[in-house]
């Protein structure tokens, strides 16, 4: 393939997947690569395109689920500091799209910045984050993107003004690229105001999640007019467990893996839980855990 040589450098081959994701669960990359720049990561697409190998983007890992075979093609990973920053210069801040969440609501604080905050405790990058707009019922994420710096399958660097940037969790456009920048306008506000509502959001949200030292992972998006959560608690199936995996007593939405836990493990999970609230409320309930 054209691009083992020119790549050598930022590529590894049958790479386990599973220490690079939340729930530590699935078998290796044919290949893993992590450019140090957008102008290697567009050449190396642009390769892909040409040598027709499928790629995928690894973020944080935190809503990825690696089957146990593991996954064909290229695996991506944009961890170096050209993918990981967070910069501001007045109300405006630029972060990679390789950065997490977490860095860019922490910057924006420090500099006084108010918008960012209500993403608190939300798990994952800037640019997994534009792509299927998190949020909670504080706000979203497309509330506060200005501008997202996409590459295209041939390696081709695009920026998107704000009303061409429609995210949502169905799927968008943003799907055929990758998100390599974003650029966020913030109201500059009192820090200690900030931190305080920075504060309320975490309580909040950390009070719906699994244990922090848990690897867990949230199953299935919520259906219209009702939760995940309830049509599984009132299928019964909260607690239920099949290997190593087992519904969460804290969120009946999320999965939490033990030792000896494999991919198929929640595999099965999953599709007993999809039947079972199927069966009893009517309502199949969608995926918002991807497997690859």
């Given at each position: 393939m054209p691009f083992q040589d020119?790549?050598?450098?930022?590529?590894?081959?049958?790479?386990?997947?599973?220490?690079?994701?939340?729930?530590?669960?699935?078998?290796?990359?044919?290949?893993?690569?992590?450019?140090?720049?957008?102008?290697?990561?567009?050449?190396?697409?642009?390769?892909?395109?040409?040598?027709?190998?499928?790629?995928?983007?690894?973020?944080?890992?935190?809503?990825?689920?690696?089957?146990?075979?593991?996954?064909?093609?290229?695996?991506?990973?944009?961890?170096?500091?050209?993918?990981?920053?967070?910069?501001?210069?007045d109300r405006l801040v630029k972060a990679g799209g390789g950065a997490t969440l977490a860095a860019l609501i922490s910057h924006a604080a420090q500099q006084g910045l108010a918008g960012a905050e209500s993403l608190i405790g939300i798990p994952g990058t800037v640019g997994g984050g534009i792509r299927v707009n998190v949020g909670s019922r504080f706000g979203a994420i497309d509330q506060i993107v200005s501008r997202v710096h996409l590459l295209d399958p041939q390696g081709e660097l695009h920026v998107l003004e704000r009303e061409e940037v429609t995210a949502g969790p169905q799927g968008n456009f943003l799907d055929a690229g990758i998100i390599v920048a974003a650029e966020f306008v913030l109201e500059p506000d009192n820090a200690d105001s900030i931190l305080k509502r920075m504060r309320r959001f975490w309580i909040h949200r950390k009070a719906q999640q699994p244990l922090s030292f848990q690897r867990a992972a949230r199953m299935f998006k919520d259906p219209k007019g009702t939760s995940a959560e309830v049509l599984i608690m009132e299928a019964g199936l909260k607690g239920t467990r099949v290997g190593g995996a087992e519904v969460s007593d804290r969120n009946a939405n999320y999965v939490v893996v033990h030792t000896g836990a494999s991919a198929r493990d929640v595999l099965r999970l999953m599709e007993m839980i999809r039947s079972r609230v199927h069966e009893t409320s009517g309502v199949l309930l969608q995926q918002a855990l991807a497997v690859w």
């Open positions: 020119a790549f050598a450098d930022i590529l590894r081959f049958q790479e386990p997947l599973a220490p690079y994701t939340h729930l530590r669960l699935g078998g290796p990359a044919q290949y893993l690569a992590q450019p140090r720049d957008v102008d290697e990561l567009g050449r190396l697409l642009a390769a892909c395109s040409q040598a027709r190998v499928p790629w995928r983007v690894l973020g944080a890992g935190c809503n990825v689920l690696v089957r146990d075979e593991g996954v064909a093609g290229m695996v991506i990973r944009l961890s170096e500091p050209a993918f990981t920053f967070v910069e501001s210069h």
